[in-house]
């Protein structure tokens, strides 16, 4: 079946650090992928997706790119900031039985 | 702000009771889904629906029930409760439930089971 795995939290980063977090899929056909930030306190929100092989998706400085060669969907960004310590999910959507998997999660500490 | 409500925010009950966990989806919006969040299993698909009817199961028990009301908002029934079902209950909803389509969570049911 469909799965999602993501690398272990959590991610202790300085200020200013290079981020990546590693997200790989097992999936049949062409599934869309997306990843999801969940703050404290409060309910998962887009981050940003990919629905074909090559895409790049990007938002906040955030960037993933759809590697189908490699079934990878790592995400990074340049420069972290404070504010962006949260838990980030990477998940799957299959285009045939509609279900959104999503991997356990990664924690993210960004100290200033 | 997503834009889905979920009531109540935080419910304290007994083993073996029943709680009902309601969601409003963003207006506009015909598909509905509810995912369970617990430290040890993470965040699991429970189940989806696309204007009142079920259109995705996920890992939901038995003892666990759903329905979206023709005014598209959904309740999420869970019953024989067991500590186990301690957890996070999100309700998302989207568009029109495609694979390509973003989910918008709402901000989740606190559920302890005592």
């Known amino acids: 079946g469909n799965s999602v795995t993501q690398m272990e939290g959590p991610v202790t980063l300085s200020e200013e650090a290079f981020l990546t977090i590693n997200c790989t899929y097992t999936?049949?056909?062409?599934?869309?992928l997306f990843w999801y930030v969940q703050y404290p306190g409060e309910g998962l929100q887009l981050l940003l997706k990919a629905t074909k092989a090559d895409d790049k998706g990007s938002n906040k400085g955030f960037e993933a790119t759809y590697r189908k060669e490699t079934t990878s969907f790592h995400l990074e960004k340049g420069s972290v900031q404070v504010s962006d310590s949260a838990v980030y999910f990477c998940a799957l959507s299959d285009t045939g039985g509609f279900k959104t998997i999503f991997g356990a999660g990664t924690r993210l500490f960004v100290k200033a | 702000d997503s834009g889905v409500t979920q009531t109540p925010k935080h419910l304290i009950t007994a083993t073996g009771q029943r709680v009902t966990l309601r969601c409003s989806p963003r207006?506009?919006?015909?598909?509905v889904y509810w995912y369970q969040q617990s430290l040890d299993q993470g965040l699991q698909f429970l189940i989806q629906?696309?204007?009142?009817?079920?259109?995705a199961k996920g890992n939901i028990l038995e003892r666990f029930s759903a329905q979206q009301f023709p005014d598209l908002h959904s309740e999420l029934n869970l019953s024989s409760l067991e500590l186990g079902d301690s957890a996070l209950y999100f309700c998302a909803s989207s568009s029109r439930g495609g694979s390509q389509e973003t989910q918008y969570f709402g901000p989740g049911t606190r559920l302890l089971v005592l």
């Open positions: 629906y696309y204007n009142g009817e079920e259109r």
């Open positions: 207006s506009g919006d015909l598909s």
């Open positions: 999936a049949t056909g062409y599934p869309s």
